[in-house]
């Protein structure tokens, strides 16, 4: 199965600006296959949280007859291993919002043009793929909103919102955004 990072030629194509920037490394993925020395696909841990991988984990070692030390009733993963989903997820939200806390008010044509690049980007690499797919239908339903830091921060924050309702947890107050992730929370609990 190909990947789906796999980088195609990008002659002809009026978008691309320049030669494919990764041709020189054409061969990666082939080095890169992600399986096991048994030839399985191994179990992608950006794709599910710890909780879930664990449990795959100690299924596979049962039906392998390996000891793998698996112990499934661990709640959180070391943290000096691979992201999960939720964590992946966590800092990704965290990296979005203080890119938006922080973009220009008055940005110029060029960085409109490259954040709304930036996001059509990300969900075209982000690792979890049906995150990366989700973002993706976002996008043509409602593209970026980059004629200010106010519009962007207000945008994300309407999309962290729409996946927030999709996991069940509780929604963000936008107004808010710029106390959370760029001045602080007014009561002073962020000053130093």
């Known amino acids: 199965m190909p990947s789906r990072y796999s980088y195609e030629s990008s002659e002809g194509d009026p978008h691309s600006g320049s030669p494919n920037p990764f041709a020189s490394f054409a061969n990666a993925s082939s080095t890169n296959t992600n399986k096991t020395q048994e030839g399985e696909k191994k179990p992608c841990r950006a794709c ?10 100690a299924k596979s070692s049962k039906q392998t007859g390996s ?16 992201l999960d989903k939720d964590q992946l ?21 060029d960085q409109q043009k490259d954040m709304s690049t ?15 797919t989700d ?9 970026p909103a980059t004629s200010s830091q106010s ?16 996991l069940g947890k509780p929604l963000f ?20």
């Not at 000891?67 to 691979?82: E, F």
Request: charged content about 20%.
């Open 67 to 82: 000891a793998s030390g698996v112990d499934s009733t661990q709640q959180h993963s070391p943290s000096n291993c691979p």
């Open 151 to 166: 519009s962007l921060s207000q945008w994300l924050c309407w999309l962290h919102n729409g996946v927030n309702e999709k």
């Open 48 to 57: 599910m949280d710890f909780k879930t991988w664990r449990k795959q984990q």
């Open 89 to 109: 997820g966590q800092h990704t939200w965290g990296f979005l919002h203080t890119v938006a806390a922080y973009y220009p008010d008055k940005p110029s044509s």
């Open 135 to 143: 973002l993706a239908e976002q996008l043509k339903v409602r593209p």
């Open 118 to 132: 930036f996001f059509t980007l990300l969900s075209k690499f982000y690792p979890c793929e049906v995150c990366a």
């Open 173 to 192: 107050d936008c107004t808010k955004v710029n106390e959370r992730w760029r001045d602080g929370w007014s009561d002073g609990s962020c000053d130093y």
